[in-house]
């Protein structure tokens, strides 16, 4: 049975994020030959629509307003809603994102529907959608359906195929003007402050170098930074770090803070507590670097170096680098 | 100023999962307040010692989470709700809608949580109670600011901060590094057993099973595949470290 699928494209800092090809490509297998929509939703984002046509979807609804530059989720909920009324979707995907996390709770109580969270599959079993979650940060997991109409969805980004591309689409444009009232804006963003970091995000990096309390300090984490840099990487910690305070609580990995799955992921200096496997052991490929060889990280580990991460680090920076150049 | 902070007992994070006939099992296993609520009962806690507060902590759960609330009230919460009537129990839509109904009993300025659980982690039963509740919310806090009737969180984006300000009544969720929660004193331990704690039923709350049913329902749960120790790297560091980046990109081709 076909049915119409609503993906809200995720956008950061103006650009597009992989996670919403990655949406795309599950809406359409889900959509079962049913029209497949994207809601691009915030100021001045008019420019990604076409592109967003030629990925894969049959039609874009844009609503472009000063409101919606940065995220709030009153603003964003009456766009949203519009695009639902104008549309009416039974399926509704968001990325599991700083912006999709906070919306799709919303628009799903306010649908009177059910949801699920951090999806990282999507399967058709009998004309239904069973949708794979974790749960425990990763120690188990779940299959899920949805039994109210829409289904609403949040995607883990690095898990699902994007759409292969397909050149001889020209999905249509179509710009919807929503306005905001008092109710609207109920929360209103003062300032955006960006912190420092290689700029790759740790939720959608390919690769992360990660560092625990065998970095010593905050310096600890410079020979870190310079191997993301070279990889494209982006910086990690596992609580250890954190809680030691050599680096912000934003780049914990763990069953508290967050869950990564990127292609590579590479441990320097972490020993391994359940916790923080939780976080990251569905990594395609793990390297760990630690100077304990009974450390617990090794038991997830594809290839491990038992030494001092002060040495080995450098050491992988320089190889990488004779690699690419 | 009246706080209701939302409480889950959780697995304490260094317990491994064990299923038994496709369940969690729960024999054995040591219970904590899931630690993103405990951010939430600390930053309650705070408020009221700085001016003049009143702490309610709620949870939906098992009698089991009693002990949980029992411990927000040692560290200082006025009063505890428990809904462990087990016909309230549902999904995050009917977490919400039982929420809701405890919350319109009484007059709530600040609504706090953990911003999501480490067991089931979907992060949404607080943001849909604020959406349930008509009330704005502010999610992921690393800081917050309470002046009068004006609220100014400090969210944590991705690794961006962005300060956002609303009004009383707001909900607001706790990210890790918003406080650095205490330990509940033995003089504490000892006022929590006289502190009151209400269990409320579905009766008491006037809804019927209809209106809370869940819309969403588990049909499997699954342990992954044990990851198989891979290979340890010998030989002298700048070798190990060669073969592990021709590797990672002839074998494994993650780089390059």
Partial sequence: ?325 | MKILVLVKQTFDTEEKIRLQDGQVQEDGVRFVINPYDEYAIEEAIRIKEAGDAEVVVVSVGPSRSEEALRTALAMGADEAILADDSELFGDEYSAAKVLAAIARKDQYDLIIAGNQAVDDGSGQVAVRLAEELGIPHISTLTKLEVNGNEVIGHRDAEGDEEIVKATLPVLVTAQQGLNDPRYPSLIGIRKAGKKPLTHVTLADLGLTAEEIARKSEVVETFLPQPKTAGKILSGDLSQQVSELVTALHSVEKVIG
Avoid: W
Avoid at chain 1, 150 to 169: F, M, Q, S, W, Y
């Fill in chain 1, 1 to 325: 049975m076909s049915r119409k699928a609503l993906v809200v494209a995720d956008v950061r800092h103006g650009k597009l994020r992989n996670v919403t090809l990655e949406m795309l490509g599950a809406a359409t297998k889900a959509a079962e030959g049913g029209e497949v929509a994207v809601a691009l939703l915030g100021h001045q984002v008019s420019s990604l629509a076409e592109g967003l046509g030629k990925a894969g979807a049959d039609r874009v609804y844009v609503v472009d307003a000063p409101e919606l530059e940065k995220y709030t989720p009153g603003a964003y909920r009456k766009a949203l809603m519009e695009i639902y009324r104008v549309f009416s979707p039974e399926l509704i995907l968001l990325a599991h994102s700083a912006i999709g996390k906070d919306l799709a709770p919303v628009i799903s109580q306010r649908l009177g529907v059910g949801q699920v969270s951090d999806a990282i599959a999507v399967e058709l079993t009998n004309g239904q959608l069973q949708f794979t979650r974790p749960i425990y940060a990763g120690k188990a997991f779940t299959k899920v359906v949805v039994k109210s109409n829409p289904v609403v969805a949040t995607i883990r980004p690095n898990n699902l195929a994007p759409l292969a591309e397909d050149a001889g689409k020209a999905g249509t444009v179509e710009a919807l003007s929503v306005s905001f009232e008092q109710q609207d804006l109920a929360t209103l963003v003062q300032e955006i402050i960006q912190k420092a970091s290689t700029g790759v995000d740790l939720t959608e990096a390919k690769i992360i170098v990660s560092g625990g309390r065998g970095v010593k300090s905050e310096e600890g984490f410079a020979p870190l930074r310079e191997l993301a840099e070279v990889l494209g990487a982006a910086v990690g910690a596992s609580r250890g770090a954190c809680d030691a305070g050599y680096c912000d609580y934003s780049m914990q990995i763990g069953q508290t803070g967050k869950v990564v799955t990127p292609d590579l992921y590479i441990a320097c200096g972490i020993s391994g507590a359940i916790q923080h496997l939780a976080g990251m052991s569905s990594s395609k490929v793990i390297v760990a670097i630690n100077k304990d060889p009974e450390a617990p990280i090794f038991q997830v580990a594809d290839y491990g170096i038992v030494g001092d991460l002060f040495e080995v680090v450098p050491l992988m920076t320089a190889e990488v680098k004779k690699l690419l150049a």
